[in-house]
């Protein structure tokens, strides 16, 4: 039974930083990509970030690129998500997920384990 763990989240004053981590149990998850994703309140789930299952290539929408930068270690089965300069719109539950391939993808439906969620809440 794999499981996906997230931690980190928590309140957070605008500009700040935090680290999210997402912690892989049941089996070794180091040949999948993996990617973060965000649900505001009210609102869709949404892709912030990707990684290869090495670490190579990742990606980020304009939303967060150059604030947000995830990571991975794969000795541990764990990954990332640095994310600073943080904004009130950043407040969301954010969700690790598993890729069922190496690489990542907008998709949700092409995720296969997922994580309970982490809550961030940026005040402003």
């Known amino acids: 039974q794999v499981q996906l763990v997230e931690s980190g989240g928590g309140l957070v004053q605008a500009g700040g930083s935090l680290r999210l981590s997402c912690a892989a149990s049941?089996?070794?998850?180091?040949?999948?990509?993996f990617g973060w994703f965000r649900q505001p309140p009210g609102k869709e789930r949404e892709f912030v970030a990707g990684i290869t299952w090495s670490g190579a290539d990742t990606y980020y929408p304009d939303s967060v690129k150059g604030r947000f930068t995830i990571s991975r270690d794969n000795a541990k089965n764990t990954v990332y998500l640095q994310m600073n300069s943080l904004k009130f719109e950043d407040t969301a539950v954010y969700y690790c997920a598993t890729h069922r391939t190496r690489a990542f993808s907008f998709a949700s439906s092409d995720y296969i384990y997922w994580g309970q969620g982490t809550q961030v809440t940026v005040s402003s």
């Open positions: 049941g089996r070794t998850l180091s040949n999948n990509g």
